[in-house]
């Protein structure tokens, strides 16, 4: 099977009257990822007093590492992870006190169950879609749905150690299945958050590796309007995936995105219905060997906790 995103929807039929934004966002993308490597290489996010003007001007690919340490975690991330955990911030560890974090953990183990449930039709302003999808596993069977909640709960640790105030669209056994897509949205405009992450990890064939974060492209149609979310939603994306890339080791998806790490989709309805800040990330490939053994991994779901909390930090702090 090709690729899938987290909807299980194929790719959009390229439409010819976005291909100036299309191409537009390929022809910088590539940049900003890059300006994240060379940054990151020459030691700004390891440094534990670096300044943040030492960052790039870009705001794209501005340091997310400020002054001077916060409390490291304790929970066993890695070195390079507890550093730049060490690295962040103005050195107090409330700062992000009145933040809100919206985390939404892609599908439910429910679901499974649930089909008729989750086949209903919901409307996500450019049309009706699934409720919810099952969501996919590795060939050994471990799923999405455990693995997406799993993150979640190590990236709210994270942030909650930060300050923020973090929801999560589903925990532990509740709600029974779901939520719809619809209702995943609603629920961080609900929420009024700062920022919000729809987890993921990919369903598509052996061989094709990596992570991607996806974007919500300009849409408006119903009750969809996310014309102004695209710029800061694209801000915190660049920042997760900059972090994410340093934090995991994960290469950029080397199916989608032309290796930026990046995809912008106008067919995700938690995406579509959002009117605060949101992506999603597509953490690896569950069906490739690879992939599928860094995602079965706790010691490399901290490392991508860690990618996405400090993404999310850095555009909460700038934003
Ligand atoms: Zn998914």
Redesign the pocket.
Known sequence: MSYT????EPPQPRRPRRGPLTVALAALVPGALLGWVVYEAVGGGGGADRAASAAPASRTSAAPFGASGSSASPTGSSAASSSAQDAKGDGAPGSLAGKVVVIDP??NQGNFQHTAEINRQVDIGTNKKECD?T??STNDGYT?ARF?LDVAHRLRTLLEKQGATVKLTRDGNTPAWGPCVDERARFGNNARADAAI?I????SAEGDRGFHVILPGSVHAGAADTRKIVGPSTDLGKRIAGNFLRDTGEPPSNYVGKGTGLVTRTDLGGLNLSTVPKV?I?CGNMRDSKDAALLTSGAWRQKAAQGMSDGIVSFLRES
Request: hydrophobic share 15%; aromatic share 12%; charged share 20%.
């Open positions: 995103g987290p909807e299980f892609g599908h999808t969501g996919t999405e997406t729809s993921h990890a990919d369903g999603f597509e």
